[in-house]
Structures are given as structure tokens and as C-alpha cells.
């Protein structure tokens, strides 16, 4: 049997999906909002727009010819963030209702569907 990848999980499911508005929890970054630019549910990751910025070298290519030092998006774990409830503003956690034959994701806070 192979063995698991390094942070491997069982379940691969994300709360928080592309385009999200999540709030941070924890950390440095805690208290800023931004949308989820990207979702990584493999890793159970998630880059949050202007948050969690990180310098990157980047060497000189054909579409960056001058190279140089940039601030970037890092990636930081999705339990870190929490969605933002569309009436409050604040984060809530989901819960995942069938509504109409859809499964949807419905903030706990206010009962609003979210998607």
C-alpha cells in the first residue's frame, strides 16, 4: 500500500470555494477579509487576496525579462479562514442543505443560501 503524501487528508472537501469572500481566524493576518483566488484541496489550502503576502525571487523570463523581487498571494490552510455571512458581514461557519434538488451551502448564522 503506498503511503499517504505529506498532508495528504482523507476527505478533500473545502468549505470555502474560488471567489469566496473568507475572513482570517488566526495568525497575523487575523480580522482581514479578501476573496479566495485559489483552492487547493489537496493540501487543504487556500490563497486569500492581499493576505498572507510573501517576497518571491523571480528569476528573468521571456514575459518578465527584468526579474526582481515581488510581493505574491502565499498559501494559507482553509481552517484559518471562514466564509463571510452575506447579511452580517462576519464569518459563519456552512451547513449543506438540498434545496430544490440542489445541494447548497447555507451560512448557519443567518440561514442565507450562499450558492
Do not use: C, F, W, Y
Not at 462576519?90 to 448557519?108: E, L, M, P, Q, Y
Request: proline share 5%; net charge positive; aromatic share 0%.
Amino acid at each position: 500500500m503506498p503511503l499517504p503524501s505529506a498532508g495528504s487528508h482523507h476527505n478533500n472537501k473545502l468549505h470555502v470555494k474560488k471567489g469566496d469572500t473568507v475572513v482570517v481566524l488566526r495568525g497575523k493576518h487575523k480580522g482581514q477579509t479578501g476573496k479566495v483566488l485559489l483552492a487547493l484541496p489537496e493540501a487543504a489550502k487556500v490563497v486569500v487576496e492581499g493576505v498572507n503576502l510573501v517576497t518571491k525571487h523571480v528569476k528573468p523570463s521571456a514575459s518578465n525579462p527584468q526579474g526582481g523581487i515581488e510581493q505574491r498571494e502565499g498559501a494559507m490552510h482553509a481552517s484559518k479562514v471562514a466564509l463571510v455571512d452575506p447579511e452580517t458581514g462576519k464569518a459563519t461557519r456552512i451547513r449543506k442543505t438540498v434545496v430544490d434538488g440542489k445541494k447548497v451551502r447555507v451560512a448557519v448564522k443567518s440561514g442565507k443560501v450562499i450558492d
